[in-house]
């Protein structure tokens, strides 16, 4: 991916302090505790996953690094690198607000060290192993590595300031054999980075909705979200500093991104399924094969639809919790409600998805109405999942967080095709409570093919997840 990098900070200075708690969310606050075998549960205001196992992904990632179970923690799956990412920023924000909240000093002046910490946290964020910038790669990289694609992701070297970050040594002919193996993952894998991020903001933004925790994420949010709108935009205009800041594509063969620009590469891969990957070309520089695709290499109807994909995606901004609205209460019902729109791409076009969260002690509930589209035609499919309810057998208290979707999505994820093919996916995480603020849990998913964020299959799949949760 090559990075652009937009950091709104006085926007928010003119806001107050999105941290502070009404009397509306400490009377939720109070009342939103969960009881487990006579132990008060009291939503977390850190909450840290760690999926310490992914399989079956981990076994691929073992055979793609080469050097044992333990090499498969060089490539992570999609959720190790999203739970990685999260509990950095979140614990950041966490220790910035135990700061606001419990220093004496100079209200003026501790208002704008939280806000502008707050903000520098997001910069930083973008280049930081571990973080957002570094997450947004390693899900490209997790779809190579089903593959037996290897590379290596340039974050982990923290190129602080730098206008482009290249997923680098990958070879010519695993790319080749890739597209010809498996057209539509390469065209997934082209957005997957976006997808990640997008993924980030819906979990920060639940965390901070059921759990209450007040953190000041906002300006998170605004940081990801107008960095993936802006680099859309940008992929489809030639004269945008987007390719100006491209390294020419005659670098050696191991320095070379996969990509160049993400969403040039991916528009034209998913309107050129059946292209072999090396007949875009060569480079006259070195005879290598072709890699960066600029929107003069676009056909008009190509470009057209890029150009849709930055206008659409707008939708991501609209939600109160990008402007510090956290949680809306629902009249004298007890209920408190949220909402957030999402613009994902895909394997086969696009998804627009509405997504409402409700609570009410003990149940924790979001509700999500997906709009899938490819080329000329529209798939609709229901998710709900319910997260974090109590549930005691005996003394042996845990946390059940099932999850549905139902819907349709393109027939073999085709991009032209009316016909459509089920999708389904059942889940169920269950969190173990060792003590109250230590929870093994075990995450289970089984799915038909198809296209779901955060998984790296699009073929049918069943994954398994075990790790330990703290909450503090």
């Known amino acids: 991916m090559k990075k652009i ?117 997001a910069f930083v964020f973008q280049y930081m192993p571990g973080a957002e910038g570094w997450m947004h790669e390693e899900y490209h990289r997790s779809i190579m590595t089903r593959f037996g694609v290897n590379s290596f992701n340039a974050m982990n070297l923290f190129p602080i300031g730098a206008a482009t970050v290249p997923v680098e040594s990958i ?47 906002e300006i998170g949010y605004w940081q990801s979200v107008l960095n993936s709108h802006l680099y859309v935009l940008y992929s489809a205009d030639p004269s945008s500093f987007l390719f100006q800041s491209l390294k020419n594509d005659d670098g050696t063969e191991s320095s070379r991104d996969f990509a160049g620009s993400d969403f040039t590469a991916w528009v034209y891969s998913l309107f050129r399924p059946n292209e072999p990957y090396d007949d875009r070309g060569s480079n006259p520089e070195n005879g290598e094969v072709k890699r960066y695709i600029s929107p003069d290499d676009l056909t008009d109807d190509e470009l057209r639809y890029l150009k849709l994909q930055g206008y659409l995606q707008a939708l991501n901004y609209l939600s109160p919790m990008m402007l510090g609205i956290r949680s809306i209460p629902l009249g004298d019902s007890g209920f408190y409600g949220n909402f957030a729109m999402r613009h994902y791409l895909t394997s086969f076009g696009y998804d627009i998805s509405a997504q409402v969260y409700l609570k009410k002690s003990p149940f924790n509930m979001v509700f999500t109405y997906h709009s899938y589209v490819n080329y000329q035609n529209y798939f609709p499919a229901i998710e709900v999942e319910l997260i974090d309810y109590p549930f005691n057998i005996n003394k042996f208290a845990m946390f059940l967080s099932p999850r549905i979707l139902i819907g349709m999505q393109p027939k073999d994820q085709v991009f032209k095709i009316s ?54």
Not at 41 to 58: E, R
Not at 181 to 198: L, N, V
Not at 420 to 446: C, E, Q, S, W
Request: glycine content about 6%; hydrophobic content about 45%; overall charge negative.
């Open 5 to 121: 990098v937009f950091v709104i900070v006085c926007f928010f200075l003119y806001f107050p302090v999105f941290a502070q708690t009404d009397d509306t969310q400490i009377e939720d606050i109070k009342t939103n505790e969960k009881q487990i075998n006579n132990t008060k549960i009291v939503n977390p205001a850190l909450k840290l996953d760690f999926p310490l196992f992914d399989l079956p992904y981990q076994i691929e990632a073992m055979n793609t690094v080469g050097h044992g179970f333990f090499s498969s923690y060089a490539n992570p799956s999609m959720a190790q690198s999203l739970a990685l990412s999260l509990n950095i920023v979140t614990s950041y924000n966490f220790g910035l607000k135990c700061f606001y909240d419990n220093v004496n000093m100079n209200e003026r002046l501790k208002y704008f060290i939280y806000v502008g910490a707050t903000a520098l946290g």
């Open 171 to 217: 070879k010519d002919e695993d790319l080749i054999r890739m597209k010809e193996k498996a057209p539509i993952d390469m065209t997934r894998m082209y957005e997957a980075g976006i997808e990640g991020q997008y993924l980030l903001v819906s979990r920060l933004q639940r965390d901070n909705f059921f759990y209450n925790q007040q953190l000041l994420n």
């Open 419 to 472: 016909s459509p093919d089920f999708l389904g996916l059942l889940g169920l995480r269950v969190d173990f409570m060792a003590h109250k603020n230590i929870f093994p849990y075990l995450d289970f998913t089984v799915k038909t093919k198809g296209w779901v964020a955060g998984n790296e299959y699009l073929d049918a799949n069943a994954s398994v997840k075990l790790g330990v949760s703290f909450r503090f």
